[in-house]
């Protein structure tokens, strides 16, 4: 496990930005999403110790959070959400001295600066003062003096804000190299759904700084489907009739298919009963694919139910 | 600008276990202040250094000149003598504190580089203790190291060893005197720069605290005690004691002692105040 929450706690005053979370981030790579003000920053910034916990404890890469920090600081890379620069520096400089923070010797930060400004696409912007960067430039040095030093695990807070879509683009395929070459793991926290179902193999939803769920992305889109994409030859009309008699929900999608939803505890027996009295040839039933998006907001609709 | 020209490589390398954050900081703050404008700073602050280094080679190629001229006792070589030359560069010395503090915490601030810092291996200390390191570094420069040379300078071309056998204890005081002036000067500096985000209002700030009170000082002299108002007075204080030469102020050398450490404690508290990783709202 790269991360371990136990009552996980943060809060700010009287505001309780993260609520004893607790949760277990295995190695890979991991999306951390929830809408904004849901408390992914605030979770990282407690694992990092920049902000103090309220209580609970954490483990990241089996070293405790509260009396371990600078070795975790060590062996773990940031790249904050903030427009973050250290002034004065040009990017080259600014890497080094991320690099050197990190224990590694001025030829070796400098060596590897180059290295990484490259991979991150600063390569020609190297030499110019990080205060002159654009926005999306921004993004990239701060990716750079995370990976200087090539940490085992690696925190992305909206990695691809303020991003134009080519280098959003270009970041998301930097992390998928990163994350496929399963050397290091990555925790990725976004509000941009999209991001997460791209580049992790699990995510974490948390909503006002509770856990609501933790799963694979592939079970996390199979376990709120419910919905099948049908085709039907034949008595069409009478056989959507029937299913939503049987309290089914029906899209259409497309000329000759529709998406059909399946009543609470219902599964597909329903559809192959309509198909059968309404005498249509069913000649499709497969699972829909949900997007994550999907899942994520029929999860917040749900926990805003449950309160 | 494609993202990536190469595919990310991992990095075999080693890294040391407790890196030396502080010093890494320093090095790096002390380089990037390193330029044209303070290089002048420092020149222009050492000329203090030429007129009195030409003055023991006049004294020692002409002998005390004490005896020839009236009131030229200021001509001698002895612990007053380099207690003057450490007070004339005060002005210097504050001026280049001022010109290299004060934007080493506000534009960390101001650029948010403290979530950087602290997402690598430093702590609070490591990391006032590296801008700290970069200001003592240069006051250094203006105070101590010609201070020192001063001294070699006063050994090597007297007659004899009477300079060193009479005075050897002159380089120690000169080192505690300049520790007192930067521990002073270099919390309330970094303090002042912790409080804004704009290294203009800072610099400011710093000349506030330079110069009005010595003004009120210079104003008030009549009132007793008055000295206690300017921090300069109470170093000039403090430091002639160092140098066990007679004290220009009336108030006690202990209450300026204890005035000092209560406002360097107080600095400290301002800075550790205001630097925190992250910036919390409400």
Redesign the interface.
């Given at each position: 496990m790269s991360v371990i929450l136990e009552d996980f706690t943060i809060s700010?005053?009287k505001?309780v930005a993260v609520d004893a979370m607790t949760a277990a981030f295995p190695s890979g790579s991991t999306g951390l999403l929830g809408a904004n003000g849901a408390g992914k920053s605030s979770l990282i910034?407690g694992l990092?110790?920049?902000?103090p916990l309220a209580g609970g404890r954490a483990t990241i890469l089996g070293r405790d959070v509260a009396s371990e920090?600078?070795?975790i600081?060590?062996m773990?890379g940031?790249m904050?959400e903030?427009?973050?620069?250290?002034?004065?520096?040009t990017g080259i400089?600014m890497v080094q001295?991320?690099g050197?923070?990190?224990?590694?010797?001025g030829q070796?930060a400098i060596q590897?600066g180059h290295?990484v400004l490259?991979?991150?696409?600063l390569?020609?912007a190297r030499y110019r003062k990080v205060?002159s960067y654009s926005s999306g430039m921004r993004q990239?040095i701060?990716m750079a003096?995370?990976?200087?030093?090539?940490p085992k695990l690696l925190f992305l807070d909206e990695p691809t804000s303020g991003m134009d879509p080519k280098?959003r683009q270009?970041?998301l395929?930097?992390i998928q190299?990163?994350s496929s070459?399963g050397?290091?793991s990555i925790v990725l926290a976004t509000h941009i759904l999209i991001d997460v179902e791209r580049t992790c193999e699990r995510a974490v939803i948390i909503h006002r700084g509770k856990l609501i769920k933790e799963e694979s992305i592939k079970n996390l889109q199979g376990s709120y489907s419910g919905t099948y994409t049908v085709r039907v030859e034949g008595n069409r009309d009478s056989f959507e009739k029937k299913l939503k008699q049987a309290g089914c929900q029906i899209e259409p999608n497309g000329k000759h298919l529709m998406d059909v939803s399946l009543p609470d505890g219902a599964d597909t027996q329903i559809v192959l009963i309509a198909a059968k009295d309404s005498g249509a040839t069913l000649r499709k039933l497969v699972p829909s694919v949900q997007s994550l998006e999907d899942v994520f907001v029929k999860m917040i609709g749900d926990e805003h139910a449950n309160l | 600008?494609?993202?990536?020209?190469?595919?990310?490589?991992?990095?075999?390398?080693?890294?040391?276990?407790?890196?030396k954050?502080g010093w890494?900081?320093a090095k790096?703050g002390f380089r990037?202040l390193w330029k044209r404008s303070m290089i002048l700073f420092l020149v222009m602050a050492n000329l203090n250094f030429v007129v009195r280094a030409v003055q023991i080679y006049l004294v020692s190629r002409t002998g005390s000149l004490s005896k020839a001229l009236p009131n030229a006792g200021m001509f001698d070589i002895n612990a007053g003598f380099f207690l003057s030359f450490i007070k004339g560069q005060i002005f210097w010395f504050i001026i280049i504190m001022i010109f290299a503090g004060a934007g080493l915490i506000a534009?960390?601030r101001?650029?948010?580089?403290l979530?950087?810092?602290?997402?690598?291996?430093?702590?609070f200390w490591d990391y006032i203790l590296g801008k700290f390191s970069v200001m003592a570094g240069y006051g250094i420069l203006v105070t101590l190291i010609p201070g020192w040379l001063l001294f070699l300078t006063a050994v090597m071309l007297g007659k004899d060893s009477s300079v060193f056998s009479q005075f050897w204890w002159v380089p120690l005081s000169m080192l505690a005197a300049v520790i007192i002036l930067i521990s002073t000067w270099g919390t309330v500096v970094l303090a002042l720069s912790a409080i804004s985000r704009s290294t203009r209002t800072a610099a400011i700030l710093s000349f506030g605290v330079f110069l009005f009170p010595e003004l009120i000082r210079a104003i008030l002299s009549r009132i007793p005690s008055i000295g206690l108002f300017s921090l300069q007075a109470v170093t000039r204080q403090i430091m002639a004691a160092v140098f066990g030469q007679r004290l220009p102020y009336d108030f006690s050398v202990w209450l300026g002692a204890i005035l000092i450490i209560c406002i360097t404690v107080l600095a400290l508290f301002v800075i550790r105040w205001r630097v925190r990783?992250?910036e919390?709202v409400?």
């Open positions: 700010y005053g505001y910034k990092l110790g920049l902000v920090r600078k070795a600081r060590q773990i940031y904050p903030d427009d973050c620069l250290i002034p004065g520096l400089g001295y991320a050197e923070l990190c224990g590694m010797s070796d590897r290295e490259f991979m991150v696409g390569g020609e205060e990239r701060k003096q995370a990976l200087v030093h090539d280098g270009e970041m395929e930097l190299t990163i070459r050397t290091m | 600008m494609p993202i990536y020209e190469e595919t990310y490589r991992p990095w075999h390398g080693h890294t040391v276990t407790h890196p954050t890494v900081i790096t990037l534009n960390d101001k650029f948010k580089a979530s950087i810092y602290f997402s690598k291996p430093v702590n990783p992250t919390v409400g």
